[in-house]
């Protein structure tokens, strides 16, 4: 099977702070990334779609200039909250396809980041 | 747009018995895909099994399988032998098959707890 890395998978930053959280294909090459949000108890909430070398497509509700997304190689996108607030705490995961490769359906998630603002 | 609705926020099952999470989705598309995913403590996501719509044949994951109903646009998840191995939140989704973009739509999920 395929791997998906996220990194970290816990931070704790200070308000107004940035944070950038990494999410990294190991084993394949990554056409499409999703990232999402998940609060406790609750479901994964879609925050935006990027596919490599394009701007990302964000959701409606999801501040882009708050949640900068860069998917710069097939291998690489980065989720960065900038300008961090307490309500952004939240549980933030990625996933990533590879349209090519595997059965078209096929998602990989990764670990997941816990992202505390303090 | 889609939508997926799982009506059960907690289930609950006995070591060795089988349970049946239900899930239904709204949506005005003939070809997609249907997925369980597993969310354990860990919070990793686990793929559990996956159906595609064209298929009238309901897919089967060792000793998980699911009751697909097109028509009725249900798509139910019936785990046997539980194991307690097995406690976790279990999420619907569903994702349109014109795209390979097109990310997939959860439902709220449901809290499986196995009890020995």
């Known amino acids: 099977g395929a791997v998906v890395s996220q990194h970290p998978s816990r931070v704790i930053c200070k308000s107004g702070t940035s944070v950038k959280i990494e999410c990294r294909s190991l084993d394949f090459q990554a056409t499409t990334m999703f990232w999402y949000r998940q609060f406790p108890k609750q479901s994964l909430m879609l925050m935006a779609t990027?596919?490599?070398?394009?701007?990302?497509?964000?959701e409606q509700g999801v501040e882009k200039d708050k949640f900068l997304i860069n998917h710069a190689s097939l291998t690489l996108s980065t989720l960065t909250v900038t300008s961090a607030h307490p309500e952004d705490s939240s549980f933030y995961i990625c996933?990533?396809?590879?349209?090519?490769?595997?059965?078209?359906?096929?998602?990989?998630f990764g670990q997941g980041t816990r992202l505390t603002v303090v | 747009a889609q939508t997926v609705t799982q009506s059960q926020p907690e289930m609950s099952v006995q070591e060795a018995e089988t349970v049946t999470l239900s899930c239904t989705y709204d949506?005005?598309?003939?070809?997609?895909?249907l997925f369980w995913y597993k969310q354990p403590p860990s919070r990793q996501m686990i793929l559990v099994i996956r159906?595609?719509?064209?298929?009238?044949q309901n897919a089967t994951e060792n000793r998980f399988s699911v009751n697909f109903q097109k028509a009725a646009k249900s798509f139910s998840l019936k785990i046997s032998d539980s194991q307690l191995g097995d406690a976790a939140m279990y999420f619907c989704?569903?994702?349109?098959?014109?795209?390979?973009?097109?990310?997939?739509?959860f439902g709220k999920g449901t809290r499986l707890s196995v009890i020995a």
């Open positions: 989704a569903y994702r349109s098959r014109h795209s390979g973009n097109t990310p997939l739509v």
């Open positions: 949506t005005s598309e003939s070809d997609y895909y």
């Open positions: 990027s596919n490599e070398g394009s701007k990302a497509t964000y």
């Open positions: 159906q595609e719509a064209y298929k009238q």
């Open positions: 996933s990533a396809r590879d349209k090519d490769r595997f059965f078209p359906t096929e998602a990989f």
